[in-house]
């Protein structure tokens, strides 16, 4: 479904700032894998998915969605096959706009869009009224809202819906809970995995709790300076546990993880 | 105030509202700063006015004067979205183009349009309101235009522009391209100026080439005006309050005028509407400010018992 060959960015080139940020990713993922990225500040984890949804262009490699290579493809036409919640929750919804118009927006993602009323008629409406409704969170009776007046939590959950509101081969979750308080990040988290486990969403989510990373999906990747470190899947994946991750991590780089974060949430 | 220079002053101010609506388009709904507008004013004007000496048809002059604005805004959206000029200069590198072709468009200075037939002439005799007849033409053209606004910005295109110009990122993300979102909007922006100008010319009997200077910052005190007096937030209120901020800042002009207030003379009126702006910008700013300190305290005080916060 998503291919990453040889891809490799780096930030700066040419000056004394130049940063390597992906130094070589080789990744495939099958249709219907989640998959939960992992590593330390500064591994590429949300270089490689900027590099997937295309903002950030690759200097050497390619990228393959669904057997579209889409490597000089901009961010609005892998759009049709990407959905996206971002770790600001600011970010991925329009705050002037109100939570119908926000889901309206989404619905017409990847087609060709027109002079026709953005809302839809009574029964389009209803329909995403209905599926509003199954987020637990509320909106439904808050559908005239602006997207600005709903809480972080809120408006994660709004932007998860609208990421998978329509058919599509790849979601990506950046962190979507790393801004959110423990309660909230667990709500969300809990219905992610409920809609990607509902529809078989190919899914690319970063955390940097490694708690999370073995607990959500079904293959761990672990990144570090650039590239792959580790990838866990298949049936060997259920008998690992954080501290197999931070043994393998110091066996495989000679260094322990320093950074508490990863290892405590 | 007589009734001449009240009549004036709301023709004016119906006038200047569709400025009022271009700006916001540009500066509100897509975040562009645009000062094209200083030169698309008078373009439609031109554009009009040649158009009309050579014979056409006043209807049909008009619309090649919107359509002419709307190509200058074209320009000026060229010009930041593909060669990446900062829209701030983008838009004043085409405001001073504009200025010799206008000249080129005209072919001197100015065109008088006295005694030629003009979008009014056939109202003249049809309504018979005297000196009200341009304002009754006028106030249905600016109606008719805020509710195509309106419509526009909530079919699918107008959504992904107001995505597009608040939220770049996630408007990208759902496919819209911002580029196109940009052209589309300083286009349309600009044509309702050019429209603005070519109307004008028209009531005022004249096209000149210097009639566009200060038509921003016009179009901005109507707009903050507006927005101090009926809020920003739905669009249908936003579009009310440029017609009513441009008729009443045309109102507070004409009544400076009048009345002789601090010796104020016609050759003062761009000093005068530049104080109002940067006022009313303060004045919004301070108030905004203040707002978002009260908010949260009264919304805590009075608000009931919030269903599941998450």
């Given at each position: 479904?998503?291919?990453?060959?040889?891809?490799?960015?780096?930030?700066?080139?040419?000056?004394?700032?130049?940063?390597?940020?992906?130094?070589?990713?080789?990744?495939?993922?099958?249709?219907?894998?989640?998959?939960?990225?992992?590593?330390?500040?500064?591994?590429?984890?949300?270089?490689?998915?900027?590099?997937?949804?295309?903002?950030?262009?690759?200097?050497?490699?390619?990228?393959?969605?669904?057997?579209h290579?889409?490597?000089?493809?901009?961010?609005?036409?892998?759009?049709?096959?990407?959905?996206?919640?971002?770790?600001?929750?600011?970010?991925g919804?329009?705050?002037?706009?109100?939570?119908?118009?926000?889901?309206?927006?989404a619905?017409?993602?990847?087609?060709?869009?027109?002079?026709?009323?953005?809302?839809?008629?009574?029964?389009?409406?209803?329909?995403?009224?209905?599926?509003?409704?199954?987020?637990?969170?509320?909106?439904?009776?808050?559908?005239?809202?602006?997207?600005?007046?709903?809480?972080?939590?809120?408006?994660?959950?709004?932007?998860?819906?609208?990421?998978?509101?329509?058919?599509?081969?790849?979601?990506?979750?950046?962190?979507?809970?790393?801004?959110?308080?423990?309660?909230?990040?667990?709500?969300?988290?809990?219905?992610?995995?409920?809609?990607?486990?509902?529809?078989?969403?190919?899914?690319?989510?970063?955390?940097h709790?490694?708690?999370?990373s073995?607990?959500?999906?079904?293959?761990?990747?672990?990144?570090?300076?650039?590239?792959?470190?580790?990838?866990?899947?298949?049936?060997?994946r259920?008998?690992?546990?954080?501290?197999?991750?931070?043994?393998?991590?110091?066996?495989?780089?000679?260094?322990?993880?320093?950074?508490?974060?990863?290892?405590?949430? | 105030?007589?009734?001449?220079?009240?009549?004036?002053?709301?023709?004016?101010?119906?006038?200047?509202?569709?400025?009022?609506?271009?700006?916001?388009?540009?500066?509100?709904?897509?975040?562009?700063?645009?000062?094209?507008?200083?030169?698309?004013?008078?373009?439609?004007a031109?554009?009009?006015?040649?158009?009309?000496?050579?014979?056409?048809?006043?209807?049909?002059?008009?619309?090649?004067?919107?359509?002419?604005?709307?190509?200058?805004?074209?320009?000026?959206?060229?010009?930041?979205?593909?060669?990446?000029?900062?829209?701030?200069?983008?838009?004043?590198?085409?405001?001073?183009?504009?200025?010799?072709?206008?000249l080129?468009?005209?072919?001197?200075?100015?065109?008088?349009?006295?005694?030629?037939?003009?979008?009014?002439?056939?109202?003249?005799?049809?309504?018979?309101?005297?000196i009200?007849?341009?304002?009754?033409?006028?106030?249905?053209?600016?109606?008719?235009?805020?509710?195509?606004?309106?419509?526009?910005?909530?079919?699918?295109?107008?959504?992904?522009?107001?995505?597009?110009?608040?939220?770049?990122?996630?408007?990208?993300?759902?496919?819209?391209?911002?580029?196109?979102?940009?052209?589309?909007?300083?286009?349309?922006?600009?044509?309702?100026?050019?429209?603005?100008?070519?109307?004008?010319?028209?009531?005022?009997?004249?096209?000149?080439?210097?009639?566009?200077?200060?038509?921003i910052?016009?179009?901005?005190?109507?707009?903050?005006?507006?927005?101090?007096?009926?809020?920003?937030?739905?669009?249908?209120?936003?579009?009310?309050?440029?017609?009513?901020?441009?008729?009443?800042?045309?109102?507070?002009i004409?009544?400076?005028?009048?009345?002789?207030?601090?010796?104020?003379?016609?050759?003062d009126?761009?000093?005068?509407?530049?104080?109002?702006?940067?006022?009313?910008?303060?004045?919004?700013?301070?108030?905004?400010?203040?707002?978002?300190?009260?908010?949260?305290?009264?919304?805590?005080?009075?608000?009931?018992?919030?269903?599941?916060?998450?």
């Open positions: 479904m998503l291919s990453v060959c040889d891809a490799y960015v780096t930030f700066n080139p040419g000056t004394p700032l130049a940063v390597p940020a992906l130094r070589g990713v080789d990744l495939d993922i099958e249709a219907g894998e989640f998959v939960t990225v992992i590593g330390t500040n500064g591994a590429g984890k949300s270089t490689l998915l900027s590099a997937v949804a295309g903002d950030v262009r690759l200097d050497r490699g390619g990228i393959y969605i669904d057997g290579d889409v490597t000089a493809w901009p961010t609005e036409q892998r759009a049709a096959m990407i959905g996206r919640v971002f770790q600001e929750p600011r970010a919804t329009c705050s002037s706009l109100t939570v119908e118009e926000n889901l309206a927006l619905a017409s993602r990847g087609g060709r869009r027109g002079l026709r009323t953005a809302l839809g008629r009574g029964s389009q409406r209803r329909r995403l009224a209905d599926q509003v409704a199954r987020l637990g969170m509320g909106l439904e009776d808050r559908l005239g809202a602006l997207a600005g007046t709903l809480s972080g939590g809120q408006r994660q959950a709004l932007s998860l819906l609208m990421a998978t509101l329509l058919p599509m081969k790849i979601l990506i979750l950046d962190e979507h809970t790393a801004a959110l308080d423990p309660g909230a990040a667990a709500t969300v988290l809990d219905l992610s995995a409920e809609i990607t486990g509902e529809q078989r969403l190919t899914t690319l989510m970063v955390t709790s490694m708690r999370n073995l607990d959500f999906g079904t293959r761990t990747i672990m990144m570090n300076a650039g590239r792959i470190l580790l990838d866990i899947h298949g049936d060997k259920k008998d690992y546990d954080v501290p197999d991750l931070l043994d393998l991590f110091k066996k495989t780089t000679g260094s322990a993880v320093e950074d508490d974060q990863l290892v405590l949430a | 105030m007589s009734a001449l220079a009240i009549s004036g002053a709301l023709e004016a101010g119906l006038l200047f509202s569709l400025v009022a609506l271009g700006v916001y388009l540009s500066f509100r709904v897509l975040n562009f700063p645009d000062l094209t507008v200083d030169g698309s004013f008078p373009l439609g031109a554009a009009t006015a040649v158009a009309i000496v050579n014979g056409m048809n006043p209807f049909l002059a008009t619309v090649v004067g919107m359509f002419a604005g709307g190509a200058a805004g074209l320009v000026s959206g060229i010009l930041n979205v593909r060669f990446r000029i900062l829209n701030l200069l983008a838009g004043i590198l085409t405001m001073v183009a504009l200025y010799s072709i206008n080129r468009v005209m072919g001197r200075p100015n065109i008088s349009l006295y005694g030629e037939t003009t979008i009014f002439t056939p109202f003249e005799t049809l309504l018979d309101f005297g009200w007849t341009n304002c009754v033409v006028l106030l249905v053209i600016a109606l008719a235009m805020k509710f195509l606004v309106d419509w526009f910005l909530s079919t699918q295109i107008g959504l992904a522009l107001r995505a597009s110009g608040e939220n770049p990122v996630m408007a990208r993300a759902q496919s819209v391209g911002n580029a196109r979102m940009t052209m589309i909007g300083i286009t349309l922006s600009n044509a309702l100026v050019g429209l603005a100008g070519s109307l004008f010319a028209q009531s005022q009997g004249v096209a000149d080439v210097s009639m566009g200077i200060g038509t910052v016009t179009g901005l005190a109507a707009l903050i005006i507006g927005e101090t007096l009926l809020g920003s937030i739905k669009v249908a209120w936003a579009t009310l309050g440029c017609l009513i901020g441009a008729v009443l800042y045309r109102f507070f004409a009544a400076a005028l009048n009345a002789g207030f601090l010796g104020i003379e016609a050759q009126l761009n000093l005068v509407t530049a104080v109002v702006v940067a006022v009313a910008v303060v004045l919004s700013q301070a108030r905004r400010n203040s707002r978002f300190r009260l908010w949260p305290a009264l919304r805590r005080a009075f608000a009931a018992p919030q269903p599941q916060k998450g």
